[in-house]
């Protein structure tokens, strides 16, 4: 018996497309790290926090979950 296929549903990505995604999350992290501590430096108090709240907060554990 041949098992229905479900138009519906998407296959599920391959596990090789994982890794090569958390760690572009993981750079883009330290990017705005980086960023944030760069724009700190001369005197950026509005930018800055809000790209070190990201990298740390969000991009950051994203990449690790």
């Given amino acids: 018996m041949q098992a229905k296929s479900n138009p519906g549903v998407s296959p599920s990505p391959s596990p ?11 750079t883009a992290g330290m ?4 960023a944030g501590y760069v ?9 800055a926090p809000i790209l070190l709240v990201l990298g740390y907060c969000v991009l ?5 979950l």
Avoid: G, S
């Avoid at 090789?16 to 993981?26: E, I, Y």
């Avoid at 990017?31 to 980086?34: K, Q």
């Avoid at 724009?39 to 930018?47: F, G, K, R, Y």
């Avoid at 950051?60 to 690790?64: C, K, S």
């Fill in 60 to 64: 950051v554990p994203l990449a690790f």
């Fill in 31 to 34: 990017l705005a790290i980086v």
């Fill in 16 to 26: 090789k497309a994982a890794p090569h995604f958390r760690w572009k999350l993981f």
């Fill in 39 to 47: 724009l700190l430096a001369i005197n950026d108090i509005t930018v």
